[in-house]
């Protein structure tokens, strides 16, 4: 969605964001006047109303991030390496 003001000549104002969840949005707002080059305004977030919390679930803005544990998976990689030039001489 964008918004312009007095047909452009103070500036437009672009809202985006991802629809990845049916209950909740979140995204920014950028801009640029003639007199400010383009930027980042500022950020929001949207909750859809009339919808049971229990179904809606916790906001993603609010859930922790789980750590991704990456034990073994780049070791693997050096190992076939090392096995190659081990057979190519």
């Known amino acids: ?13 672009i ?3 991802n629809a990845d969840d049916y209950y909740y949005l979140q995204g ?8 400010a080059s383009a930027s980042v305004l ?4 949207m909750k859809r109303l009339g919808v049971d919390r229990d179904e809606a679930g ?9 750590e ?3 034990d073994g998976e780049g070791s693997g990689a050096i190992e076939q390496v090392e096995a190659s030039e081990e057979g190519e001489q």
């Open 68 to 70: 991704e544990e990456e």
């Open 42 to 45: 500022g950020q929001w977030q």
């Open 58 to 66: 916790v906001a993603p803005w609010f859930q922790e991030e789980e």
């Open 28 to 35: 920014t707002v950028r801009g640029w006047s003639p007199i």
């Open 15 to 17: 809202y985006a964001g």
């Open 1 to 13: 969605v964008s918004k312009e003001s007095f047909g452009g000549w103070l500036g437009k104002r």
